[in-house]
T-cell receptor
Framework: GAGVSQSPSNKVTEKGKDVELRCDPI?????LYWYRQSLGQGLEFLIY????????KSGLPSDRFSAERTGGSVSTLTIQRTQQEDSAVYLC???????????????FGSGTRLTVV | AQKVTQAQTEISVVEKEDVTLDCVYE???????LFWYKQPPSGELVFLIR??????QNEISGRYSWNFQKSTSSFNFTITASQVVDSAVYFC????????????FGKGTMLLVSP
């Protein structure tokens, strides 16, 4: 597609439930990133996929968080047994890794606003 | 490890004022990239600029200008003659030399431009 698509745009879930957040990157972008934006905080890196390489999971805050990327395209971020502190906006970005003079190729989606009640 | 500091949490100005958003970064790497993003109320991050560590030339794009100074590890952003539509949260970010490196963001500066 023309941009990075994330779904759902909003998700309200009960504490303890599992949630899945989806990211559809720009076609042909080999790199995909997940970030989390909590209230009053900057954007926190979660996980990064690059082609067929093993993902960089160094930013995942706990083992309740996992992500996969199927066929080098769509990615799903799963949060198990959600907690109230998981409430945040989850942003996905994709990149071609090719820079130009005006754009480094990172394109962000509109995010999924997750609220855990 | 990399770090980006945006000391100004919130700035309020009146339309037509000039405003500078500060960004200070830390990295041991010699090859890196600096970015500014705008996040309007709609929530989507809008790319504004990327600079590499070897290019300290200042940049101007319309009402926007950026001042990169390696000596002070700063990459400040100035909006000239601010407008209400400039109201947003602005993020400074850094990535290392790889074309696929992750971004390290500052905590953002909320800019409110009043009519």
């Amino acid at each position: 597609g023309a941009g990075v698509s994330q779904s759902p745009s909003n998700k309200v879930t009960e504490k303890g439930k599992d949630v899945e957040l989806r990211c559809d990157p720009i076609s042909g972008h080999t790199a995909l990133y997940w970030y989390r934006q909590s209230l009053g905080q900057g954007l926190e890196f979660l996980i990064y996929f690059q082609g067929n390489s093993a993902p960089d999971k160094s930013g995942l805050p706990s083992d309740r968080f996992s992500a996969e990327r199927t066929g080098g395209s769509v990615s799903t971020l799963t949060i198990q047994r959600t907690q109230q502190e998981d409430s945040a906006v989850y942003l996905c970005a994709s990149s071609s890794g090719k820079g130009t003079a005006t754009n480094y190729g990172y394109t962000f989606g509109s995010g999924t606003r997750l609220t855990v009640v | 490890a990399q770090k980006v500091t945006q000391a100004q949490t919130e700035i309020s100005v009146v339309e037509k004022e000039d405003v500078t958003l500060d960004c200070v970064y830390e990295t041991r790497d010699t090859t890196y990239y600096l970015f500014w993003y705008k996040q309007p109320p709609s929530g989507e991050l809008v790319f504004l600029i990327r600079r590499n560590s070897f290019d300290e030339q200042n940049e101007i794009s319309g009402r926007y200008s950026w001042n990169f100074q390696k000596s002070t590890s700063s990459f400040n952003f100035t909006i000239t003659a601010s407008q209400v539509v400039d109201s947003a949260v602005y993020f400074c970010a850094l990535s290392l030399g790889s074309g696929y490196s992750t971004l390290t963001f500052g905590k953002g500066t909320m800019l409110l431009v009043s009519p």
